[in-house]
């Protein structure tokens, strides 16, 4: 489970903000080392948002915080709440280009960098020619080269410099101080030799490939080479945030509304809760809501990444963002803003993204002290040439020891180490939101690597949980339809799909109900007004209507009783019955055990006392819920069957998915689903947890990691870890997958990233390496982390 809950304690808040000046991982360390040192302060600073995720105690106030990054070199902003409807500059995934664009301690955006670049690539071209090549020397060129190079290392190099001097005046260090004190000091070396000795370059070299000593081509290079990486990260970062951008742009910009019987075009984020809108075929529902009037077919595949449109009536609820394909739709909207299910998927991404995965610790313990050891190791390297070199240091043992001690720090910046975990998280959370898929904290790639069970709830997650009616059996002189309404009169007020399909068939009976009138009616019985009942209580097509239900209380997974007018009305399972006093004969056992030996679910209903009637229903297996369970064994995942059903149902559905029966857990309650995921965790099993109802937020909660259906409960996708926007068991092996992806990603950026620094910098000092390769390479290394990461775009496609 993630971990981020235990700071979320009594009084505390979460605020987010925009931090600009961050170049490298040792920012980021030292950023939440300052944040954290105000008491009850935890930080998780992300480095390509350009972000921070701090939860705060009471006492301390936003301004503080903001004045604590300022202090530490850096510009913080509060930034504001996102909803749908903002523009993509305000949205959490355009964090690498914050509302202050007039930074460039780290290069700025790619419009920025691109006039630095397009000027020091045109310079350094001349420069590398002059210095380099025989063929292209004449009388003094070093003072040209020298003139060349330059506005590259002072005006294409300014981010790098600028960013060093803040950090130097915080007796601080980043990687911008390795490229910047590399750049200046090959610029200066050169300077000051061709100032000393103005005739050594008076003549054309002709002894092959030499600059004559000089470094100006070495200090242009590398600063165009780094600009160029700098560039190419930019855009890669762009494209890594592009799926929440994308995410967050779903959302319609504009609803009619319909008010006193008029219609009236509004944008979409003046509607309130309660409006009722208009929606035509092709046109996307603006907010989340129930639908009123009229029936369709409606696309989610945009939010759900399911691809078979849902058929959607009255009192169905549909989601913001997605289209309605076919008729009208009168839509009442239930939730808007940043309420809406769209809303909350962004902020689950954008806090997913911002958080720090156990694996990041190690590359931010390593940045801690990384820099101050390479600039130790450049000096060593500096004064080990000139001490081998013995008493008598010649021109040329000068230079070779300046190269080596040069290419150690352009080499060494830890770019790569910075952009490892974030930028794979990024992308990785990114295409989850596009495939309905939601990582609720990096924590949870850990959990899905070393989960080996799978608890799957029967109801809603491997069946359709649709249950229908087949039949209803009568005793002691009742009437079959007579219970059947009594029962849906009381079970109208339960959220248990049995439930719901109870009062639905007692719903759909409505013009049937002489007898029940006959047989049940109560003067005493107070009028109830329609509109204040819930759904399965309202007047149907036919004229019917259930009953009100008063004194109405239920026990999770084992019934519901009320009052229906004067009568005490009791349906569930055996023991709710004994619980309320109901005798049970055998024969009326036996009934019941022959309904459930088909596989069917059956439940008792007793009235004032004496068994009424016994109501089967029947659920159906969605239908790739076979396969599903099959992709979850091939993942090394051993996959149980939970339910609360009997066990003669949950074997025959476990047999149709592929389950073993021995990894089938029936007739379990709500608090032995929690009880079932201790037992297995008890055993060794590391247990993730799929479920959809009020009823599995608990044992969610206890797994190890807990996967929501996104057509359950808020209870439910609030206590699991990962959630699933559809209703498809394939999505939760595919969830699994990704994350998997996500986390051997970014396994292999760390280890590419160490492996850079752990090979390039003995070989820089040892003077094997050109510096205008190490800066090359180093630019590489950032490139290609990022590029990397960018693989997780095309998963699942």
């Not at 690539?121 to 420069?127: M, R």
């Not at 070093?142 to 130097?168: D, E, I, T």
């Not at 500096?382 to 040069?406: I, Q």
């Not at 099993?685 to 799929?690: D, H, L, P, Q, R």
């Amino acid at each position: 489970m993630s971990s981020e809950h235990l700071f979320h304690q009594a009084g505390s808040r979460v605020v987010e903000l925009d931090i600009e000046g961050m170049t490298c991982a040792s920012c980021v360390n030292r950023l939440e080392k300052k944040l954290g040192k105000l008491e009850g302060v935890v930080a998780s600073v992300n480095l390509p948002l350009e972000s921070a995720h701090v939860t705060v105690p009471a006492g301390i106030t936003d301004q503080q915080l903001v004045d604590t990054v300022n202090a530490t070199g850096y510009k913080a902003r509060l930034r504001p709440a996102p909803v749908p409807h903002e523009t993509p500059a305000e949205t959490p995934a355009d964090h690498a280009q914050p509302a202050h664009q007039d930074h460039l301690q780290h290069g700025g955006t790619s419009s920025q960098l691109w006039p630095r670049l397009i000027v020091a690539a045109i310079l350094t071209v001349p420069v590398f020619l002059i210095s380099m090549v025989p063929a292209f020397h004449f009388p003094h060129w070093g003072w040209v080269a020298g003139a060349l190079a330059l506005p590259v290392v002072s005006w294409a190099a300014w981010p790098f410099h600028r960013a060093a001097a803040v950090n130097a005046r915080h007796l601080a260090s980043t990687m911008d101080t390795l490229v910047s004190i590399g750049v200046v000091a090959a610029f200066l070396f050169s300077a000051v030799q061709l100032v000393l000795d103005p005739r050594m370059t008076e003549q054309p070299a002709m002894d092959g490939m030499e600059s004559g000593g000089l470094y100006f081509e070495v200090a242009a290079v590398v600063t165009t080479f780094l600009l160029l990486g700098r560039f190419l990260e930019a855009n890669a970062k762009q494209k890594a945030g592009d799926a929440l951008r994308a995410l967050l742009n779903l959302g319609a910009k504009d609803a009619t509304i319909l008010r006193a019987g008029a219609e009236h075009k509004v944008p979409a984020e003046q509607l309130r809760v309660g409006d009722v809108i208009v929606v035509r075929p092709g046109e996307k529902i603006a907010t989340d809501g129930v639908v009123v009037e009229g029936s369709s077919a409606v696309d989610a595949s945009l939010v759900t990444g399911e691809s078979v449109p849902v058929e959607v009536g009255p009192n169905s609820t549909v989601t913001g963002a997605t289209i309605n394909t076919s008729g009208r739709l009168l839509v009442r909207a239930t939730r808007v803003g940043s309420e809406t299910t769209l809303a909350q998927m962004a902020r689950l991404v954008s806090q997913a993204q911002t958080g720090k995965a156990p694996i990041a610790r190690l590359a931010d313990r390593i940045s801690a002290v990384f820099v101050p050891v390479v600039l130790v190791i450049a000096a060593l390297t500096f004064g080990t040439w000139l001490l081998l070199a013995g008493p008598a240091v010649s021109s040329e043992e000068l230079r070779a020891a300046f190269t080596a001690a040069v290419t150690v720090l352009v080499i060494a910046c830890p770019c790569a180490l910075g952009l490892a975990t974030p930028v794979g998280l990024l992308t990785g959370s990114g295409r989850g939101a596009q495939l309905g898929i939601l990582i609720k904290g990096p924590q949870v790639l850990e959990d899905t690597r070393t989960v080996d069970t799978i608890l799957l709830d029967k109801t809603g997650t491997v069946t359709s949980g649709k249950l229908s009616v087949e039949n209803t059996r009568a005793f002691n002189g009742f009437d079959s339809s007579a219970v059947l309404r009594l029962a849906g009169a009381v079970e109208a007020a339960s959220e248990h799909p049995l439930a719901h399909a109870i009062a639905a068939a007692a719903l759909a009976e409505g013009h049937q109900s002489a007898h029940f009138v006959q047989a049940a009616h109560s003067a005493q019985a107070p009028a109830v007004d329609a509109a204040l009942l819930p759904r399965h209580q309202r007047q149907d097509d036919d004229g019917g209507r259930l009953p009100g239900v008063e004194h109405f209380r239920s026990a999770p997974g084992g019934g519901v009783a009320g009052t229906v007018q004067g009568r005490v009305v009791v349906a569930g399972r055996t023991g709710w019955l004994d619980e309320n006093g109901v005798r049970i004969s055998a024969e009326q056992r036996q009934a019941l055990a022959a309904a459930e030996a088909t596989g069917a679910t059956a439940i008792w209903v007793a009235v004032d006392g004496s068994v009424a009637g016994i109501i089967t229903l029947r659920d159906t297996i969605k239908p790739g819920s076979a396969a599903a369970v099959s992709r979850l064994k091939s993942l090394g995942l051993r996959p149980i069957l939970l339910t609360g059903d009997n066990a003669t149902v949950a074997a025959q559905v476990a047999s149709a998915v592929g389950i073993s029966p021995d990894d089938v857990f029936a007739g379990v309650l709500p608090a032995g689903k929690v009880e079932a995921v201790r037992k297995l965790q008890a055993g060794g099993a590391i247990v993730a947890m799929a479920g959809d109802g009020v009823n599995d937020a608990a044992a969610l909660a206890q797994a190890d990691l807990g996967i929501a259906m996104g057509s359950g409960t808020d209870v439910a996708i609030e206590a699991a870890d990962l959630t699933v926007m559809g209703n498809d068991l394939s999505q939760v092996a595919q969830a699994i997958e990704l994350s998997r992806k996500t986390l051997a990603t970014i396994k292999t950026n760390l280890f590419w990233a160490f492996f850079y620094n752990a090979v390039g910098i003995p070989v820089a000092a040892l003077g094997l390496l050109n510096p205008m390769v190490a800066g090359a390479a180093m630019a590489a290394s950032s490139v290609l982390v990022v590029a990397n990461s960018l693989r997780l775009r095309s998963f699942g496609k």
